[in-house]
């Protein structure tokens, strides 16, 4: 229990998450044996940025009739919390710190990752070709 507890914690990847929830689909989250883990499913139906995720959390609230202070638990928009502002930031940051004039992806990738894990890992689940969206972005940052 305290293994899918951390595992359903663990912010920088959405694939261990994703994975906890498909462990505990056949769980009935309504035994009070299961309080603590029904309270993180609700809050990653709420509030999980990879929509995946939010998703399989969602479906499980469903399933198990589970409501948010006596309401009914929406799937609502798909979000990622990202502006394209932000990202770009990020960008520039990470050109600007590695100094990197041509953009070396891995190099890039490692960066990445190491100054703004949440964001890579939702930016890797959203964007199907991660290497292209980036390549595409960092073609266009100004100089």
């Known amino acids: 229990m305290q293994t899918i507890l951390k595992e359903l914690k663990n912010e920088l990847s959405y694939q261990v998450r994703l994975n906890a929830i498909n462990e505990i689909k056949d769980y009935d989250l309504n035994d009070e044996n299961y309080r603590e883990l029904k309270e993180l499913i609700i809050h990653l139906a709420l509030s999980d940025r990879v929509f995946a995720v939010k998703q399989a959390a969602f479906l499980l609230c469903q399933k198990n009739k589970l409501k948010k202070n006596g309401e009914v638990i929406n799937l609502g928009k798909k979000n990622t919390g990202y502006s394209p502002n932000d990202i770009r930031k990020m ?32 930016m890797s689940y959203e964007h199907m070709y991660f290497d292209n969206w980036i390549r595409g972005i960092y073609k266009y940052l100004s100089k």
């Open 91 to 122: 960008f520039l940051k990470i050109k600007r710190e590695t100094r990197m004039e041509a953009l070396d992806l891995d190099l890039f990738k490692e960066y990445f990752q190491t100054i703004s894990p949440k964001m890579y890992d939702v």
